[in-house]
């Protein structure tokens, strides 16, 4: 696989070299190749329009772990997959160590991951991974693709009064890069011929165990008030679609089957990478640069004094951010220009957008002052104001197993001596070939601020433990432990930070999220709701158990603030009314206060657009390619 990859990265380079003489000026210049510059770096070059993509990372979708979606969260724990960020939750330092899940760098240079770190162990903070590479977290993800409540749509369009935002709009962009395979083609609301797939998982293996049956019947009774008749008829409701076009669909709480980016006919991972090399294959005008770290935005200043974006700098190198497992400070990239003719568009996702735009002199004018960044813009939006959904662990372990021991002849090794990643590779299906929870639910807790649900739950029989921590991708599981996420949607609490640690790129910035510093009462009731259902189903079933999380021993409220995680971050450049200094970006992605400019990426999200962004975002990048266009 290394190897691979540097002849690839030698590949490029050459292939640079060439490029670079022939021309160094392209159209649109895109940074970061996620659901949001990779859908939109292929589909302006669909149209026609040159585009240059920067990408850090380099293409690893033909490779087993971004493939096989079992193994996302080795993806996500392993480079050059993805990026190992360490980020605070609370600024209050006791409050932060309270989590089982916070980690130290003990004096050997071993991680430590607990409530009582050895002796001058150095505390780094909460995992928090992101992909970094061709197709960025979409290619490390778990794949959930739940599209976002209406009224999250609807919001962004009240609050910038573009009523293109409306979820009527952005259903027609949902359609235009979905290729649904659940559903009858021609359903309502739903795309067929799109770039992404959309598959549910088969279901009826989840039956297998008597007890999760029982379970699911239970809860099926208190959540919905339907009497099951038997596993067939539980397996037929979980067939119920979160995305149909209904507009109620968030409102009623029901038990689903999540639909998955997941190709049916190959088993694996439905890949934006693939539409990107798909693009590249057909012969339209679009250039990727991998391996290839963009440091910052070049400006120049137009007649009437405005800054214009009109190029990118970059490196070109792997490994060569500090936040890459493979990161050596001593080796250095080669720094190269691109200049885009019509707009460069930064793409980096939630921590690195802002990171780039600050390093290029947009952001708040006291921290680039203080670390000698020539201000372009002051724009206090920029890094501020991020949002995320709270994600709570609820693991119940009882005395004897939830599941049947479900082995079968996989042995894990995901190699040609395992017989069922030999089915899995030859047929796309078997054991290998679903994926999922035992079941979803939304439900709508006692301090729903709508008609809607307002948390999501993701239930895994048979598996123990949440959240991110060095090594949480070999975690092991027992078949005695039930653990279930419960999502929170409509959290609006506006305080997380992405700061400059220093003015050089390579360096990961500063990330806090500052969680339950507002709402924080809604939230944790919320939570706290969630909880009492699932503890009340266990005990309609009657199996005796053992709450192991949150912590019994405490507080409930304060055991939940304590391991909360996220993975969803959003709004560190969130839109808003046009030139308001704290938002970002405009209605139509434009930057506020340059020319040329445009952020499209989760990072824009005025808040949490629901539970699911992956989804959205992809959504939303459709939305700016309209935008785009329409400018022509
Ligand atoms: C482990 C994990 C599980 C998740 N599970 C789900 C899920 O099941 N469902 C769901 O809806 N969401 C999930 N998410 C979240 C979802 O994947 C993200 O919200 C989404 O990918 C955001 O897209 P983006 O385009 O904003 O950024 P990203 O997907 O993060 O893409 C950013 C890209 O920019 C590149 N980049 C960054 N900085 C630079 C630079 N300076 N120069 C060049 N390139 C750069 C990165 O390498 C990356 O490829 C998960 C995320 C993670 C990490
Ligand atoms: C990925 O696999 C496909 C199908 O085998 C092949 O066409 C393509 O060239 C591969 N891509 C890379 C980057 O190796
Ligand atoms: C910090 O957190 C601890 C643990 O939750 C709490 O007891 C303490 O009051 C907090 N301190 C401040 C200043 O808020
Ligand atoms: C570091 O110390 C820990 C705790 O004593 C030990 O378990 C680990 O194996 C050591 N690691 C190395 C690399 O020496
Ligand atoms: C949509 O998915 C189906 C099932 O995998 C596949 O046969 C079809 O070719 C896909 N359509 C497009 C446009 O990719
Ligand atoms: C970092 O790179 C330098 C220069 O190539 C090399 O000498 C050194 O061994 C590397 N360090 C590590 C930890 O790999
Ligand atoms: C499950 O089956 C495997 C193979 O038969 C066996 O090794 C293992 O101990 C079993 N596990 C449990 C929990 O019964
Ligand atoms: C909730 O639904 C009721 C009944 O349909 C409606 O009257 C009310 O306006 C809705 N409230 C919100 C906040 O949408």
Redesign the pocket.
């Known amino acids: 696989m290394v190897t691979s990859s540097r002849l690839l990265a030698a590949v490029l380079a050459a292939g640079q070299l060439v490029a670079a003489v022939q021309t160094d000026e392209y159209d649109y210049v895109i940074?970061?190749?996620?659901?949001?510059?990779?859908s939109l770096a292929a589909n302006l070059a669909l149209k026609g329009h040159s585009v240059f993509l920067?990408?850090?990372?380099g293409d690893a979708s033909n490779s087993t772990v971004e493939r096989l979606p079992q193994l996302?969260?080795i993806?996500?724990e392993t480079p050059p997959h993805?990026?190992q960020f360490y980020v605070e939750h609370f600024q209050n330092e006791t409050q932060a160590r309270r989590d089982s899940k916070y980690a130290y760098l003990r004096t050997n240079g071993s991680y430590y991951v607990g409530l009582d770190p050895p002796a001058g162990a150095r505390p780094l903070g909460i995992l928090?991974?992101?992909?970094?590479?061709?197709?960025?977290?979409?290619?490390?993800?778990?794949?959930?693709?739940?599209w976002a409540p209406d009224n999250e749509w609807d919001y962004i369009a009240e609050l910038t009064g573009d009523e293109s935002w409306g979820h009527e709009h952005m259903r027609r962009h949902l359609m235009d890069l979905e290729n649904c395979t659940y559903v009858p083609r021609g359903t309502p609301g739903h795309g067929f011929d799109g770039y992404l797939q959309s598959s549910h998982s088969d279901q009826s293996a989840t039956f297998a165990s008597e007890n999760v049956a029982r379970y699911i019947a239970m809860m099926f009774r208190r959540a919905e008030g339907i009497e099951v008749e038997g596993n067939a008829h539980m397996v037929e409701l979980l067939d119920r679609d979160i995305n149909r076009i209904d507009e109620d669909r968030y409102e009623t709480p029901f038990l689903f089957g999540i639909p998955?980016?997941i190709s049916p006919t190959t088993g694996s991972r439905s890949s934006i990478a693939h539409h990107i090399r798909n693009v590249i294959d057909a012969g339209r005008p679009l250039t990727m640069s991998l391996h290839?770290?963009?440091?910052k935005v070049l400006f120049e200043i137009c007649d009437d004094g405005k800054p214009k974006a009109y190029g990118v700098e970059?490196m070109v190198g792997e490994g060569l951010?500090s936040a890459d497992g493979r990161y050596n400070a001593s080796k250095v990239g080669e720094k190269r220009t691109v200049r885009a003719k019509k707009e460069v568009i930064v793409?980096?996702?939630?921590?690195?957008?802002p990171?780039?735009l600050k390093l290029s002199g947009i952001g708040p004018r006291e921290e680039l002052e203080k670390l000698g960044i020539p201000v372009v813009v002051d724009l206090p939006a920029v890094g501020n104001f991020m949002q995320d959904n709270y994600e709570s662990p609820v693991l119940v372990r009882a005395q004897v197993p939830w599941m049947a021991n479900a082995t079968g002849p996989c042995t894990r090794t995901f190699d040609a001596s395992d017989p069922c990643f030999v089915q899995w590779e030859a047929t796309g299906d078997g054991p290998y070939g679903e994926f999922g929870a035992t079941f979803h639910m939304t439900w709508r807790s006692s301090v729903s601020w709508d008609n809607d649900t307002d948390l999501l739950f993701l239930s895994i029989a048979g598996y123990g433990g949440l959240g991110?921590y060095p090594g949480f991708s070999s975690r092991a599981s027992r078949l005695t432990d039930w653990t279930t996420a419960i999502v929170r949607m409509q959290t609006a609490n506006p305080h997380g930070t992405v700061t400059l640690r220093s003015a050089d790129?390579r360096q990961a910035p500063a990330i806090n999220f500052n969680f339950f510093a507002e709402r924080a009462d809604e939230d944790l009731q919320a939570i706290a709701d969630g909880v009492q259902l699932l503890l009340d189903v266990y005990d309609d079933v009657g199996i005796p158990y053992e709450v192991i999380a949150p912590n019994p021993q405490i507080d409930r409220k304060q055991a939940l603030m304590d391991e909360a995680f996220s993975?969803?971050?959003?709004s560190t450049c969130r839109m808003g009314p046009a030139g308001s200094r704290d938002h970002c970006v405009d209605s139509k992605f434009r930057v506020n206060g340059v020319r040329n400019l445009r952020v499209?990426?989760?990072?824009v999200f005025p808040r949490v657009p629901g539970?699911?962004?992956?989804?959205?975002?992809f959504t939303m990048?459709r939305k700016a390619l309209e935008a785009i266009l329409e400018e022509q």
Request: aromatic share 10%.
């Open positions: 940074v970061g190749s996620g659901p949001g510059g990779g920067i990408e850090a990372g996302s969260s993806a996500a993805s990026w928090y991974p992101r992909g970094a590479t061709l197709g960025g977290s979409s290619q490390v993800n778990a794949m959930n693709f739940a998955n980016a290839s770290l963009a440091t970059y951010y793409s980096g996702g939630t921590f690195n957008t990171q780039i991110f790129p993975h969803h971050a959003v499209v990426d989760a990072s539970a699911m962004p992956n989804g959205p975002t990048s």
